[in-house]
Antibody
Framework: QVQLVESGGGVVQPGRSLRLSCEASGFTFSSFAMHWVRQAPGKGLEWVAG????????FYADSVKGRFTMSRDNSKNTVSLQMNSLRVEDTAVYYC???????????????WGQGTLVAVSS | DIQMTQSPSSLSASVGDRVTITCRASQSISAYLNWYQQKPGRAPKLLIYTATSLQSGVPSRFSGSASGTDFTLTISSLQPEDFATYYC?????????FGGGTKVEIK
């Protein structure tokens, strides 16, 4: 069965960087697009970034564009989110999610990890 | 960016009730509308994709419909395990925005 396990969350000061990872198993990782979605405490869901199966097509939310970079290593079944210039408003649980399609557009989030908490605070 | 307006933001209902949640897109998104259920402390779960397709394993009391830029999630007979928050999401064009959520509570 599909398993997605996020790691790398923690407490970080504003302006600093953090790298999240999501290790996938139970499916042919290199054949599917992946996404990151976040949820601030007590708030709704916010789509953050999406990456195609080959890693060439990347899409970002306006709120993170230029600060966050999504990447994948198909040899290690891992997708990452490099978060730079972190802000207090980036505080959230970050989920990685699997798309049933190869490309990011027109897909949906069929499987989710349990999330990792990022807290940005001085 | 496409805005997704979900209503109501919350509702109270009883077991056995028929519940309807609506999501309106700010522009045409064809049928690229998905619905998710989230329970407290848990990751979201996919219920419906491309407006009307039921995800495998999801009970048939859940259904989705579409009319232009208006989309509806219906629970035909609310069960105790359905008390949760529901979100719509468009996947027509990036950024793939979510609605604000609808919390379904016990009356």
């Amino acid at each position: 069965q599909v398993q997605l396990v996020e790691s790398g969350g923690g407490v970080v000061q504003p302006g600093r960087s953090l790298r999240l990872s999501c290790e996938a198993s139970g499916f042919t990782f290199s054949s599917f697009a992946m996404h990151w979605v976040r949820q601030a405490p007590g708030k709704g869901l916010e789509w953050v970034a999406g990456l195609s199966y080959h890693g060439s097509d990347k899409f970002y939310a306006d709120s993170v564009k230029g600060r966050f970079t999504m990447s994948r290593d198909n040899s290690k079944n891992t997708v990452s989110l490099q978060m730079n210039s972190l802000r207090v408003e980036d505080t959230a649980v970050y989920y990685c999610a699997k798309d049933p399609s190869r490309l990011v557009e027109y897909g949906f989030l069929e499987s989710w990890g349990q999330g990792t908490l990022v807290a940005v605070s001085s | 960016d496409i805005q997704m307006t979900q209503s109501p933001s919350s509702l109270s209902a009883s077991v056995g009730d028929r519940v309807t949640i609506t999501c309106r897109a700010s522009q045409s998104i064809s049928a690229y509308l998905n619905w998710y259920q989230q329970k407290p402390g848990r990751a979201p779960k996919l219920l419906i994709y491309t407006a009307t397709s039921l995800q495998s394993g999801v009970p048939s009391r859940f259904s989705g419909s579409a009319s232009g830029t208006d989309f509806t999630l219906t629970i035909s007979s609310l069960q105790p395990e359905d008390f949760a928050t529901y979100y719509c999401q468009q996947s027509d064009s990036a950024p793939f925005t979510f609605g604000g959520g609808t919390k379904v509570e016990i009356k």
